[in-house]
C-alpha cells in the first residue's frame, strides 16, 4: 500500500495543487500548509478536479493535464524501490521510481502527513 503514489487534487489560494502521497499515509492539510508557507488547503471537489486535471478521482495521473499543476511528493515514497502511479484511468497504473516521479511533476519534496 505505501507504494502506492497517490494523485491527490486540493485547493491552495484559490488553485489546484496536486499532492502525490504514499497510499499509507493521509495528508495533514494545516501541517502541510504551514510547512509550505500557503493558505488553508481544502478538498477539490470532483469537478474541480476534472476540470484541474481532465481525469476523474481515482484515477489521476501525476502528468498528462491540460496545464501544469503545482505538485508536492510525499518524501515517505523515497523509501520504496519502485512505486505504482495511476495512469489516467481507475483501472490503469504504470511503476517508476521516486526519482523519476519528482522528475516527471517537477514535484517539491516535502512531508504530507
Known amino acids: 500500500v505505501g507504494a502506492i503514489a497517490n ?8 488553485k489546484p495543487l496536486l499532492v502525490m502521497t504514499s497510499g499509507a499515509h493521509r495528508v495533514d ?7 509550505i508557507g ?11 478536479v476534472r476540470e484541474a486535471t481532465g481525469q476523474a478521482i481515482g484515477g489521476v495521473a501525476p502528468a ?3 496545464a501544469p499543476l503545482e505538485t508536492l511528493v510525499d518524501e515517505h515514497l523515497a523509501t520504496y524501490p519502485e512505486i505504482w502511479a495511476a495512469g489516467g484511468t481507475p483501472h490503469t ?6 526519482t523519476q ?9 516535502v512531508a504530507v502527513d
Open 93 to 98: 497504473v504504470f511503476p517508476m521510481t521516486f
Open 38 to 48: 500557503r493558505g488553508k488547503i481544502t478538498r477539490a471537489t470532483p469537478e474541480q
Open 101 to 109: 516521479l519528482v522528475a516527471l511533476t517537477g514535484g517539491r519534496v
Open 29 to 35: 492539510t494545516a501541517a502541510l500548509a504551514a510547512r
Open 64 to 66: 498528462g493535464h491540460p
Open 7 to 14: 494523485s491527490l487534487v486540493f485547493q491552495c489560494d484559490g
